[in-house]
């Protein structure tokens, strides 16, 4: 094996305890203190690794390894360091500290490739802070509005620009985090796969061909608060049990679909007293499949349904999109060099499509895109109890290294 188990074991594990809590699970939120002491620590690794480092206008981290052919395109690999709320400890890092770790390799074997290589630590992958993800890959891409910058906000009223100026970044420069694809080769990103499949295949590592669109709703209900003694039932003009309701009818719109899922995460109700008839009721819908049209007949379904719903019950209605990506295919040239990765480190090659959003969906709008799947521990993801082997974690980045070195070279 080429590169250093053990140091990209204990570089997990030290990344690991920062934002730690009670629950043993991790929090690290976009543009707060524990991110920022996280983003420092990384950079030590990069600059142990030989990379020059540097921080975009988005908060993107990015280190840079020097290829030999000057104004060649770069290969970029990568992930995230932001967690959801009480998260795991490989969810974006197992990526991060991989790449790391195959150029540190590279550097230290004299590994001299074509094409420059960068490893990038994007801005708030998981969108747990503002409900909007995957900034930093999308100012990389130029997709990321100012207005929404402006728009959207924490649970406490912060804005992202205000959480930017907190952490001294100008939400005003944002647009120059962009990059040219003309200059950008490859991306190639090394996740936990957040489910089963490689598990029930007893596989360590796998390819992943696509990874499904998401599209992120809010449903706003407002009804009529009142005494919950005083108010007959049929007198009522209830937004929780309207909620109740749609969020039956999603679940059961996506039992009966062969690949689609769809979610409520989110559910906030007013004034929320226990002997008080809700007066609104705020819920998200997370919708995700491989197949776009099938995410729009779901949405249009559903949109119908609480239409129907509020007309019957005298509910006010607002639906909100907060979010939307479309399905991304993988490279087949990049999946080629994988498998060429698999056949020469001796690895058993598993081809599974991602069912959760990743920066690699939003970077394959602006060049050719890869993933690696590690294998996950029961499946379990954005929890305390998320883990992979640390022999699973070194195979990845072992089938990673070979990979990048064949795509700059």
Known sequence: MNINSERLWNRIHKLSEIGKDENGGVTRLSFTETERKAKDLVVTFMKDAGLAVREDEIGNLIGRKEGAIFNSQVVMTGSHIDSVISGGNFDGPAGVLSAIEALQTMNEKGIVTESPLEVIVFTDEEGARFSTGMLGSLSAAGKLSKEELYSAKDKNGVTIAEAMKQAGLDPELAPNAKRNPEEIKAYVELHIE????????????????????????????????????????????????????????????????????????????????????????????????INKENMNDIFEKLKAYIETTCEER???????????????????????????????TEV???????????????????TDMGMIFIRSKDGISH???EWSDQKDLAMGAEVLFTTLVKLAS
């Open 194 to 289: 957040q489910g089963k499949v490689l598990e029930n295949a007893d596989a360590s590592v796998g390819i992943v061909t696509g990874i499904v669109g998401v599209d992120w709703y809010r449903v706003t209900l407002k009804g009529e608060a009142g005494h919950a003694g005083t108010t007959p039932m049929g007198l009522r003009k209830d937004p929780l049990a309207a909620a109740a309701r749609i969020i039956s009818y999603g679940e059961e719109m996506a039992r009966n679909e062969k690949s689609a899922v769809v979610t409520v995460g989110q559910i906030e109700v007013k004034p929320g007293g226990i002997n008080i008839i809700p007066g609104e009721v705020a819920f998200s819908f997370d919708i995700r499949d």
């Open 314 to 344: 005298g509910i006010e209605l607002e639906i909100e999109q907060l979010h939307s990506l479309d399905p991304s295919p993988c490279s087949e040239r990049i999946m080629k060099k994988m498998e060429e990765s698999f056949t020469e």
């Open 348 to 366: 058993q090659s598993i081809k599974l499509i991602s069912g959760a959003g990743h920066d690699a969906m939003v970077m394959a709008s602006i």
């Open 383 to 385: 929890n305390p109890k």
